[in-house]
């Protein structure tokens, strides 16, 4: 997936990874995020080949989310909750 292949440099310098050992697993795991996030928004597969992902999707890594992150079944509920929300912001909502 192309779009799989452009968002790599990008995670890999959000997460300071500079090997490339990792690199068929992430794209896995974007491969994922991008399918989720068509199939939530009810775009057409491949959109985002076309259309540039939302800069709002992007986690803080500076100590801001202050828990968000912490091992738990309400911290996990949050993650989904705000990816959601963050999907829904930017969804399509012609009738």
Do not use: C
Request: charged letters at 15%.
């Amino acid at each position: 997936m192309a779009v799989a292949d452009n968002l790599l440099p990008k995670v890999k310098a959000n997460l300071i990874l500079m090997h490339d050992q990792d690199d068929a697993l992430l794209i896995g795991f974007i491969t994922a995020a991008v399918s989720y996030a068509q199939s939530y928004q009810h775009v057409p597969e491949n959109y985002y080949e076309t259309h540039a992902m939302p800069s709002n999707n992007y986690e803080s890594r500076d100590g801001s989310t202050a828990g968000f992150f912490a091992d738990s079944v309400q911290a996990g509920q949050q993650v989904w909750n705000t990816v959601n929300l963050l999907l829904r912001l930017d969804r399509e909502w012609g009738v």
